[in-house]
C-alpha cells in the first residue's frame, strides 16, 4: 500500500507540477515565463483520510513543493505546536486577488499570445492560484499612461459623451474575459473611482486637493452607475463598489488621481446620492465597501457612516489598504468589526515599493517583502479581514508605467523587450492563500508556541483543515499541527518558509 502511493506520489508530482524555471536577481529568485514555458502548481487536492499535505515555497527556492505524510497520534518532541479549535469559528471568507489595472493590462498584452495564456492561467486557472476576487479602477488610476475619466467633456453634468476608452477594450475588458473562462469561480469583480472628471471637482484637476462641487453630486453618481452597466453590457458584471479610492487623499496635495471625500460628506452622498440611485438603477446587490484607506483612519471614517441609519443601510462592508499596516495595530481592525459585527471587512489594496527612496521600486526576487506580505495577511485576516486583494497583477521593470511616474512593485514582473515575465516569491505568497483557502471558508482560531512561526487557520466549505504558516527564522524546524480531536500533523518547516497544510 506505501509503495503505492509513494509511486502514485511521484507519478503526481510530475504530472501535475511544473518546475520553476529559476533564475537569480538582485534580491533572490524568480521563476521565468515566457510563450514557451510558465510552471504551474498543478491541482493540488487534499489528501485521503488519515494523511496530510504539506505545501511549501522558501526562499532557498522551493516552489509550491507538495509532500503527503501520515497523520500521527502523537506529536514530534521540541516540536513548535501549532493548537487549532475548529469549534471557534470567525468570519466567513470572500476570496483573494489582485487588480486590473490599465498598467497590467498594458504590459500584458505587449507579451506574446501564448505568454499572456500563461499569465491568465497563472492567476485565474485551477492549475494556477485560482484568484477569484478583482478590483477594477473605474476609468484611469494612476497605474494608467495618462490621466482620464470617462466624460472629459466640460460641463457635460447630463453625461451625452460618457463612454469607456481604449484603456477598457484593449486593457481591462480582455483580461476580464478570459480570466472568467479560465476561472472555475463566478469571479467577484469590484470598482473602486480615484477621481471624477475634473469639470466635476473645486481644484479642476485629477489629482491635488479637490472636492466635487456640490452640484455634482448627482451627476457623480449617475457616472457611476453608467460603468456598472457599461461592464455588465461587456460581459463582466460587478458584485461590488468602493465609493471612493483614499477618500481622505485630500488632505494633502496628491500627485495622484484623487478624488476627498470627508466622512460627513461621504455619509450624505451616500444616503441622497449614490445609495439611492443604485438603487432605482435595480443594483442593491452591489455590495458597498466605504472607507477604502489605510489602518490610520479606522475606524474614525466609518463610525459617521455606520451611525447613521439612512447611510448605513447602503452599507455592507469595510474596505482597508495594507500601507499603515507596519504602523498601526490591527486592533483598529477588531474596533472596526465591532462597530457593526453583521458587516464584513476585507484589504483591497497592497503593494510594495510605497514610500521608499530610490528610483526604482521593484525589487526581484525579494523574500523580505514577500515575508512582510505573507505576515500582514495572516494579522489582517485573523483581526477579521475576509479575504486580500492585491494591487497590479503585473508592472513592468521600472514599476510601471504610470502617469504620475510612480514606481511599484508587484508579484509579477513583465519584459515586452523579452517576451517574457518574472513571478516573484510574492506570487507564491499569495498563492498559498488564494489556491487553498477557497471562498467560504470560515476563519478558526490558531495559536502557535513560537513568534517565530505565525499561523492562520480555516475549515474549507467541506469541513477540512487548512493551515497556512509563515517561518520567519532562520533554520528549519519541526512542527506539530494539533487540532484537538487526536490528530497530530508533524512535519518540517524549512528556515525563511510558507506552508499551506491541507488535512
Ligand atoms: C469617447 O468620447 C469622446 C468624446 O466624444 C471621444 O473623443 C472618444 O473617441 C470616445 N472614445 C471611444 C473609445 O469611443
Ligand atoms: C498633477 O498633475 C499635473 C499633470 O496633469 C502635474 O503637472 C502636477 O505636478 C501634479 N500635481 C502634483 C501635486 O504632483
Redesign the pocket.
Known sequence: MRTIVLMLAFLWGISAQDECNARQEEYGLVCVCDASYCDQPGIIDFPEEGSFTVVTTSEEGLRFNVETFPVSSEQTPDAVVVTLDREDVYQTIIGFGGSFTDSTGLNVVGLPSEAQEYFLRSYFAPEGLGYNLCRIPIAGSDFSTRPYSYD??EGDIDLV?W????ED?NYKLPLIKRAQELSPYQIKLFGSPWSSPTWMKTNGMFNGSGILLKEMWQPWANYIVKFVEAYEAEGAELWGLTPQNEPLCYESDWAINCLGWSAEDMRDWLKTNLGPTLEAAGMRRLKMMVDDFNRDTLPSYVIPLFEDPECDQYIDGTAVHWYSDKYVSADVLDQTQALSPEKFLLYTEACQGVGEDGQYHVHLGSWTRTEEYTHSMIEDINHYSAGWVDWNMAVNRLGGPNWAHGSLDAPIIVDIDAGEFYKQPMFYGLGHFSKFVLPESQRIHSVTTSNSVETVAFLDPTGRTVVVLLNTGDSEIDVTVNDNSGNFLNFKTPAKAIQTILH
Open positions: 472629459d467633456v459623451y463612454n469607456l476608452t481604449m477594450y
